[in-house]
């Protein structure tokens, strides 16, 4: 679904690509966000914006758990639980709301007895020091604003199912 760029890799130490996520990390769980770690993204990188996906969600645009804007270059993990608030963010990078109204990670939370749903966890990689968006901004006005500033991307899949 998203135009293509060179790849590199991302990957977590609680999930699997393609593999379930545990209930801890949902938001019928403990709403944790899980950690991300990347490496062989290009070395003219100057920031990453890290964000989560369902494109199962029965809405027409698909849902937003999460969006994290201006992570710093030198940051090349996110480890679990920083989605709390911007406040355990590194650096300059901040939240945007997700579409679940909060400045924060908001874990899966499919319809009960839908099939399993996707959730794509993406780190871009951007040739700007800041995507130049601020907080009132949504999910997916920031995308569009990272579109023609990602030089590479990471994507890491993983289901949940209720």
């Not at 990957?11 to 991300?36: K, Q, Y």
């Not at 601020?134 to 993983?158: H, L, N, Q, Y």
Request: proline share 10%; net charge negative; glycine share 8%.
């Amino acid at each position: 679904m998203l135009p293509p760029v060179p790849a590199f890799a991302v990957t977590s130490t609680d999930f699997t690509h393609g593999g379930a996520i545990a209930r801890e990390f949902s938001a019928e769980g403990d709403n944790v966000s899980p950690h991300l770690q990347w490496s062989g993204f290009p070395p003219e990188t100057q920031s990453f914006y890290v964000t989560v996906f369902d494109p199962d969600a029965p809405v027409p645009g698909g849902w937003w758990h999460w969006s994290v804007v201006d992570l710093p270059a030198h940051v090349h993990e996110l480890p679990r639980n920083i989605g709390q608030s911007d406040l355990t963010l590194p650096g300059a990078s901040f939240h945007l709301k997700n579409d679940g109204g909060d400045y924060s990670y908001g874990g899966p939370l499919p319809p009960v007895g839908d099939r399993p749903h996707r959730y794509y966890f993406a780190v871009h990689a951007l040739d700007v020091d800041t995507l130049d968006v601020d907080d009132e901004d949504t999910c997916t006005r920031a995308s569009f604003a990272a579109w023609p500033r990602t030089i590479a991307r990471a994507v890491i899949m993983g289901t949940y199912q209720r």
